[in-house]
């Protein structure tokens, strides 16, 4: 023994350019409460990870306000970020029962802590889209059972966002993460049409909106059932959402959801229905 130091390995990922604003992400809070909070409830000791907070910890913040209003106590929540001086930034803001700590999708935590809920927003998009796959398996390979890892884009102010949803990857399972759904979630009142998520689509299948992908067929249908639909606007963009979104249940595709949902603009569906083709 000489006393050297153990190498500790790099982060794994690499630096987002950081930018946020206040309630960006409030779609996708709103959508992991729904999902996650009676899980949250039950488990006093759940941690959620917010991965890639940015230049500002303003949307790791706000999560963890939601989180707390939804289980009635404060939930933990440890931010990670690539760049040490961002998280030397944000460690002003801690308090207990929020953190900020340096990591990527290796998600490092304390005694090897398994999240029940990883968000990573707007993460991958400056990645290539054969680094998906990796950085899914890394992540969903971190979470505690039952957990779930809530990825992908929205647009500067929250308006406009698309993620997927993919469980946690058990330990005698397969190394590969498997998405649930795919969840569109629009801000009804400034939507022209559906297919306005198209360039937030998360990375695996933003190249995807082509003829012959499976989601371009998806937004093809949304738009068609919303020029259909179009008598309900009288009614406001909501009941013609409404209408829409029924309609292309009714054409076949595997929703997940029902009207609660789609009164706020959102929309999610079954993987299998929407996933790259070969």
């Given at each position: 023994m000489n006393g050297t130091p153990p190498r500790v390995a790099p982060p794994h990922g690499t630096i987002t350019r950081g930018t946020t604003h206040p309630n960006r992400l409030r779609r996708f809070d709103r959508w992991i409460v729904h999902r996650m909070g009676s899980q949250l409830r039950r488990d006093p000791a759940a941690v959620v990870v917010d991965l890639g907070?940015?230049?500002?910890?303003?949307?790791?913040?706000?999560?963890?306000?939601?989180?707390a209003r939804a289980a009635g106590r404060q939930v933990g929540v440890v931010g990670l970020e690539l760049d040490p001086e961002r998280v030397a930034a944000a460690a002003a803001l801690a308090r207990p029962g929020i953190e900020f700590r340096r990591g990527g999708f290796e998600v490092p935590l304390?005694?090897?802590?398994?999240?029940?809920?990883?968000?990573?927003?707007?993460?991958?998009?400056?990645?290539?889209e054969a680094a998906v796959a990796g950085a899914w398996?890394?992540?969903?390979?971190?979470?505690?059972?039952?957990?779930?890892?809530?990825?992908g884009t929205c647009d500067e102010l929250g308006r406009v966002a698309a993620w997927v949803a993919i469980p946690a990857i058990p330990a005698s399972g397969p190394s590969a993460a498997a998405p649930q759904s795919l969840t569109l979630s629009l801000d009804l009142a400034r939507m022209e049409r559906p297919s306005a998520v198209a360039p937030r689509l998360p990375k695996a299948l933003i190249h995807r909106n082509v003829a012959g992908e499976p989601v371009h067929d998806l937004l093809r249908a949304l738009d068609a059932a919303w020029i259909r639909s179009a008598p309900a606007g009288v009614f406001g963009a909501r009941q013609r959402w409404l209408a829409s979104v029924a309609a292309v249940r009714d054409e076949g595709?595997?929703?997940?959801?029902?009207?609660?949902?789609?009164?706020l603009g959102e929309v999610t569906v079954a993987w299998e229905a929407v996933a790259p083709s070969a």
């Open positions: 907070y940015g230049a500002s910890p303003v949307t790791t913040l706000e999560l963890a306000g939601r989180l304390p005694g090897g802590t398994r999240p029940l809920v990883i968000r990573a927003a707007n993460v991958l998009r400056q990645y290539p398996a890394a992540m969903a390979g971190r979470l505690a059972p039952g957990g779930l890892l809530v990825e595709w595997p929703l997940l959801d029902g009207p609660g949902r789609w009164r």
